[in-house]
Every structure is written in structure tokens, then in C-alpha cells.
Nanobody, 116 residues
């Protein structure tokens, strides 16, 4: 079982920055992809950004140029640096860790609120 613990959410004004962290623990042989997803009220959960263990990244169009995902493989940790935040970025942000044939785990979520 893989456990994910997120931190770093909070309240910030539009134009501000936040950094989210997510640490994975448990029986981990490898993590193929780590990522961040978000869910705003009355909306479906959507991808924000993912990063492979080789460092390849993928971003939602809405966050390109503002958010940056990174990871430290040795620590099984992934980060999301969020800059130039907008009110529409307000959501619960969830961390995900996936390893083919092994696990697909989710964190409990961390609230990000951007005020206008």
C-alpha cells in the first residue's frame, strides 16, 4: 500500500504563488508517474501536471507557463510550484502516484483558494 501526503495549500491573492508538496511512503519499488490533479466545486477532477521518473512533464493548457512540476525520485516526492495564480485555480488539489501493474494511489487533497 502506498500512502500520499500533500501539503502547501492555502489562501492566496490573485497573482500570488504557492508550492505544493506530496510525499509517498509505503512499499514502493518504483513510481512511474507522479502528478497533480484538481477538482473545483461542481466540476470534474482534471489533470494539472504529471512527471515521469525520467523527468518528462505534461501540463494542462490552462496552467502552462505558470505552474512547474518537479520530483525528487530518491525521496518519492513531487512538487508543484504555482505562480501567477488566478481565482479559477481555486480547487482541491490531489496528488497521484502510479506504477504500471503495481498501484494507482491518491492523496487526501489540499485546498487552494485564490482570492480576487
Amino acid at each position: 500500500q502506498v500512502r500520499l501526503v500533500e501539503s502547501g495549500g492555502g489562501l492566496v491573492q490573485a497573482g500570488g504563488s504557492l508550492r505544493l508538496s506530496c510525499a509517498a511512503s509505503g512499499s514502493i519499488f518504483r513510481i512511474d508517474v507522479m502528478g497533480w490533479y484538481r477538482q473545483a466545486p461542481r466540476k470534474q477532477r482534471e489533470l494539472v501536471a504529471t512527471i515521469t521518473n525520467g523527468g518528462s512533464t505534461n501540463y494542462a493548457e490552462s496552467v502552462k507557463g505558470r505552474f512547474a512540476i518537479s520530483r525528487v525520485n530518491a525521496k518519492n516526492t513531487v512538487y508543484l510550484q504555482m505562480n501567477s495564480l488566478k481565482p479559477e485555480d481555486t480547487a482541491i488539489y490531489y496528488c497521484n502516484a502510479w506504477a504500471d501493474y503495481l498501484f494507482d494511489s491518491w492523496g487526501q487533497g489540499t485546498q487552494v483558494t485564490v482570492s480576487s
